[in-house]
């Protein structure tokens, strides 16, 4: 049995959405709605507690993983209105900044209200 499930990542079409190809750095483990950044070779890294948030390069479009030896292809955000309730940041890490940082890159992270789900024969 298939489900349709809706990463609910987007919050507002009121910017242009925007999307690039990216490479996924070796050893490298990244969700859908991960704030990523670049390492030396401009490939993509998950960012830590202990990354600047003045490094975040995009939000991730695509789960990727690779293995000691590989790096694959991917798509980020590099654009748009996201719901912050569903972007991951680092543990620990100061919101605050990577909403700024993030809002200096043209991504803007807005706060939804989150449904509530209904059984059958709830009204």
């Given amino acids: 049995m298939y489900v349709l499930e809706h990463e609910n ?3 507002g079409f009121q910017d242009k959405v925007v999307t690039e190809a990216i490479k996924v750095a070796a ?11 670049l390492n030396a070779k401009g490939e993509a890294v998950a960012m ?12 991730m479009a ?4 690779t293995a000691a030896s590989e790096t694959k292809a991917a798509v980020c955000y590099k654009r748009g209105e996201f ?29 939804t209200i989150a449904a ?8």
């Fill in 9 to 11: 990542l987007l919050a």
């Fill in 27 to 37: 050893e490298q483990e990244l969700s859908v709605g991960q704030v990523f950044a």
């Fill in 48 to 59: 830590t507690k202990e990354s600047v948030a003045t490094e975040v390069y995009g939000i």
């Fill in 62 to 65: 695509d789960a990727v993983a």
């Fill in 83 to 111: 719901n912050s309730r569903k972007i991951i940041l680092p543990t620990d890490s100061n919101a605050v900044e990577y909403k700024k940082a993030l809002s200096n890159i043209g991504i803007t992270l807005r706060d």
């Fill in 116 to 123: 509530i789900p209904q059984t059958k024969g709830e009204e």
